[in-house]
């Protein structure tokens, strides 16, 4: 079902994009893989030890529309054709409250988190329209569909992400294009180096802070999967599954859980 097909991934460079990239090339897909980072690039190709006909990278800085249009009609001219995008490149903000929030952080994940992603979608979708089957993938986040003290900016832009992908697949129920959402929870990644922040969190047993976190390779093999199954969300992770429930019964009350666990790591 895989083989063959060409699937543009951001956030290629590191982390769950980078997972995604070699979870479908061992599947025999063809890959261009998109990232800020050229040397986080040049690692993913390393590590996948294929062939730029099975490879390509492709770096860009995702809020500048331009050059998203270009990287587009690039990655179309190297490949002909794009069956399916996954989304996954964003960033988040450091563990502030909103009132200690400089406007430079809340612009810079603003412009990545909600118009890269409508930059990505939107510049890709002609593309997609044009094969018998593609997918469209947007990776939001558990902070998505639920509060997380010194996150809210971060997860207002996610829940942007939600609100846009559950309006696409409103769009494009009746096209080829399948269109999933996926809400991750806590995976090792290095996001928060990536998105020059610093995080304290204390690692001891005894603490409420210490949380088993999913594999980043773990992580890519489930959003394939509910890629390939169509379904419309995905959430990764025993946390993120365990919240969405919890929060759909009794919001106030997940609400108040996530700040008793993860107040700790306001600086």
């Known amino acids: 079902m895989l ?6 991934v951001t956030g290629g460079g590191n982390g769950i994009g980078r997972e995604v990239v070699l979870h479908l090339l061992d599947k025999g897909s063809r890959v261009a893989a998109i990232d800020i980072s050229e040397k986080g690039l040049l690692e993913t190709k390393k590590l996948s ?7 390509k990278t492709y770096p860009l800085d995702i809020t500048n529309l331009l050059k998203v249009q270009e990287t587009y009609q690039a990655i179309l001219k190297d490949f002909n054709v794009i069956d399916g995008l996954i989304h996954v490149a964003g960033i988040i903000q450091p563990f502030v409250k909103v009132i200690d929030l400089e406007y430079e952080a809340i612009n810079k994940v603003i412009n990545v988190n909600l118009y890269g992603t409508l930059y990505l979608n939107k510049t890709f979708l002609p593309a997609l329209l044009e094969q018998k089957e593609a997918y469209l993938v947007n990776v939001s986040s558990m902070g ?25 697949y409103g769009e494009l129920k009746d096209t080829n294009i399948s269109v999933t959402c996926v809400f991750p929870g806590a995976i090792k990644t290095d996001i928060a180096k990536n998105s020059n922040v610093s995080i304290k969190i204390d690692t ?30 995905s959430y990764v992770g025993k946390d993120s599954r365990i919240m969405n429930k ?4 009794s919001p106030r009350r997940a609400t108040n859980m996530i700040i008793r666990k993860m107040s700790h790591l306001l600086q």
């Open 246 to 249: 919890l929060y759909r019964l």
């Open 144 to 168: 998505g569909f639920l509060p997380v003290p010194g996150q809210s900016l971060y997860g207002a832009s996610k829940a942007a992400v939600k609100l846009l992908t559950e309006g696409l």
């Open 3 to 8: 083989k063959n097909k060409v699937f543009v």
């Open 204 to 233: 001891s047993e005894n603490t409420e802070s210490t949380y088993k976190m999913l594999e980043a390779d773990k992580a890519a093999e489930l959003i394939v999967k509910a890629m390939l199954k169509k379904k419309l969300y």
């Open 49 to 55: 030890n294929k062939s730029d006909d099975l490879l």
